[in-house]
């Protein structure tokens, strides 16, 4: 599948501000984070700026973006819908605490919206997630794997990033946050290379003789294509240039959004000042779940190309 | 709405694709495309159509194989010509995961169709669709695909016999048939039942309403090599046989 950048960022960045999100409405859920309103201010604004340049980037890979409006009336059926909707709906919880924390009146409808908010964060990504993964066309999407690596790219990207930000407060993360994080990284990896060996088994169905109607096993070549240069179709769904580098893109993404991460959480608990090491982590997360996202889209294959064998 | 119809409709309008005798001679994809340009659906565009790499949106495409010969069968090597289009399926991906209602499959007569107008060019039911039936329209910036001939079919400008897809008029070796496939009297559905017309890729579950009636087996002669010749002089009649022993000399 043709990797389309806007999607990419859409999916990276909304992600990360998501799972900010989600962690703070978490943390008030059960207890205020000790910070003054300004800076719980500035998080929140944050976490939805992310969100909006994602949503917003979303709509440039639309050929009508000014109609995009309609994208929220069909969630009855369409995981799109239903993103959409979830993602206009989550500006509310969070605009609702951030006028609780800023009123100081963190009693327990804060706690209530907080515990909201950060259910429809999760709810948000995955939806997010279902759109991908509920396409039979795209065996490689079409993987329970996909939704949890959603969900942990989210929460994992957005909590470093809270770190880092309350890092500079003077906040030291508690053990048990560490170990969180940890073991997220580890399940991230786990996942994803348990993915990468599902995706050699996941290509060859169905075969291309189901593709043409003609009795299984018949051996099919094309000899001529149905037009001479590309059209919508090969582009779109025949991209093919991740999947010779494919080895080493994998292993660059693993290092970047998940070992490299973990190993700077394992540093930061050892100095004074661990917000430049907190933020280096969220670099390299950063452009890890971008790589990744961009060899989720790349090296997929979709079943139409059965006609083009 | 781009929820599937509650009660499907006994009426499923379809195409019946005999891969036995179509030719591959590409006037079906040619009508689609003359017909589906000026008809009210609007222009299918065209980007750099007379140039060095012209691109375009067409909602029929003829693809040509080499199936390779078949020892087990019996069966020689043949080429098949191949038409791709809308199959109009019992169960759309294409039409449930649309985000705006633009996509929707009518409950009277069961054609897939797109309004443009709601469309927003997000392109997921071109990725939803395992045929490769729906083109995004770089030009307008949205989806387009088959409408059966919507237009003609009902239309009672044309004349009755022309009240058919253009692809269905145009094809020289009627090897495309139009019917009601939900009703199994139909002259296309005794067609399927005959010839043992086969879905596409059933195990995706899209059940396709358009069915595809398989190569002919070839008969047996056909894959033995060439009788040798030979001449016995003795069964000609008189003449014959002296022109023979001349012509031997």
Same mark, same amino acid.
């Given at each position: ?30 207890s ?10 500035i ?11 994602g949503l917003?980037?979303?709509l440039l890979?639309?050929?009508k ?5 309609? /994208? ?20 509310a ?14 009693s ?8 909201l ?5 999760? /709810?948000?990504?995955?939806? $997010? !997630?279902m759109?991908?993964?509920s396409?039979?066309?795209?065996p ?6 996909v ?12 909590g ?20 969180? /994080?940890?073991a ?15 995706? @050699?088994?996941?290509?060859? $169905?169905?075969?291309p003789?189901?593709?043409?109607g003609?009795?299984?096993?018949s051996?099919v &070549?094309?000899?001529?294509?149905? &037009? ?17 580098? !494919? ?7 693993? @290092? ?7 190993l700077?959480?394992?540093?930061? &608990?050892?100095? !004074? ?8 982590? @969220?670099?390299?997360m950063?452009?890890?779940a971008?790589?990744?996202?961009w ?7 979709? @079943? ?6 | ?8 409709g006994k009426?499923q309008?379809?195409?019946?694709i ?14 689609c ?5 000026t +008809?009210s659906g609007g222009? *299918? ?19 040509s194989?080499e ?11 043949t080429?098949?010509?191949?038409p791709?289009?809308?199959l ?12 705006? +209602?633009?996509?929707?499959?009518r409950?009277?007569? +069961? ?5 443009e ?10 990725w ?12 307008? +910036? ?5 409408t ?11 004349d009755?016999t ?18 009601d ?9 005794r ?12 195990e ?8 595809y ?9 056909g894959?033995a090599?060439?009788?040798a ?13 002296? *022109? ?6």
């Amino acid at each position: 599948m043709k990797p389309a950048f806007s999607v990419i960022f859409f999916t990276t960045l909304s992600g990360a501000g998501y799972g900010m999100l989600f962690w703070l409405g978490l943390h008030y859920a059960w207890s205020p984070l000790p910070l003054s309103r300004e800076f719980a201010a500035i998080l929140f604004a944050l976490a939805l700026l992310l969100i909006s340049i994602g949503l917003l980037s979303s709509l440039l890979h639309l050929g009508k973006p000014a109609r995009a409006w309609r /994208a929220l009336s069909q969630w009855q059926s369409s995981w799109l819908s239903r993103e959409g909707l979830l993602a206009m709906t989550s500006y509310a919880p969070a605009l609702g605490l951030m006028a609780l924390i800023w009123l100081g009146a963190l009693s327990l409808p804060a706690q209530a919206l907080g515990a909201l908010l950060a259910l429809i964060a999760l /709810a948000t990504v995955s939806a $997010t !997630a279902m759109i991908y993964a509920s396409l039979r066309t795209i065996p490689a999407w079409h993987d329970w794997r996909v939704l949890p690596v959603y969900l942990l790219y989210a929460v994992l990207s957005g909590g470093l990033l809270l770190m880092t930000l309350l890092s500079l407060t003077g906040w030291r993360p508690a053990s048990a946050v560490l170990y969180v /994080a940890a073991a997220g990284l580890i399940a991230l990896t786990a996942l994803k290379l348990s993915y990468w060996q599902a995706l @050699v088994t996941l290509e060859h $169905t169905p075969e291309p003789a189901s593709a043409l109607g003609l009795a299984p096993g018949s051996v099919v &070549h094309a000899f001529e294509r149905p &037009h001479t240069e590309r059209s919508f179709i090969t582009r779109e769904m025949g991209f093919v240039l991740a999947r010779k580098h !494919a080895r080493v893109l994998r292993l660059l993404a693993i @290092v970047l959004s998940a070992l490299l991460p973990l190993l700077a959480l394992l540093i930061s &608990h050892r100095l !004074a000042a661990p917000a430049g090491v907190l933020a280096s982590a @969220v670099l390299a997360m950063g452009l890890g779940a971008v790589l990744e996202r961009w060899l989720f889209f790349a090296e997929a294959r979709h @079943v139409v190309m059965r006609y083009y064998p | 709405m781009t929820a599937l119809p509650r009660q499907p409709g006994k009426r499923q309008l379809g195409l019946v694709i005999d891969l036995d005798t179509c030719v591959g001679c590409h006037a079906c994809a040619v009508a689609c495309k003359q017909w589906n340009s000026t +008809g009210s659906g609007g222009p *299918l565009s065209d980007i750099d159509p007379y140039g060095k790499a012209p691109d375009g949106v067409w909602l029929n495409r003829v693809h040509s194989y080499e199936v390779a010969a078949d020892s087990a069968r019996g069966q020689p090597a043949t080429t098949l010509h191949f038409p791709r289009s809308c199959l109009h399926c019992a169960e759309p991906a294409c039409v449930t995961v649309c985000p705006t +209602g633009a996509s929707y499959k009518r409950a009277e007569d +069961g054609i897939v169709l797109v309004d443009e107008s709601k469309c927003i060019g997000c392109k997921l039911c071109s990725w939803a669709c395992p045929y490769g039936a729906r083109e995004y329209d770089e030009v307008a +910036g949205v989806i387009k695909k088959c409408t059966l001939c919507v237009d003609r079919i009902y239309n009672e400008q044309l004349d009755e016999t022309e009240r058919v897809p253009a692809c269905v008029q145009a094809c020289p070796t009627r090897a495309r048939h139009f019917g009601d496939l939900g009703d199994p009297d139909s002259a296309v559905s005794r067609l399927v039942a005959e010839r043992s017309g086969r879905d596409l890729m059933p195990e995706l579950g899209y059940r396709p309403t358009n069915k595809y009636l398989p190569p002919r087996p070839r008969r047996a002669a056909g894959s033995a090599p060439p009788a040798a010749e030979t001449l016995d002089p003795q069964a000609l009649p008189p003449l014959l046989r002296w *022109l023979d022993r001349v012509l031997s000399r």
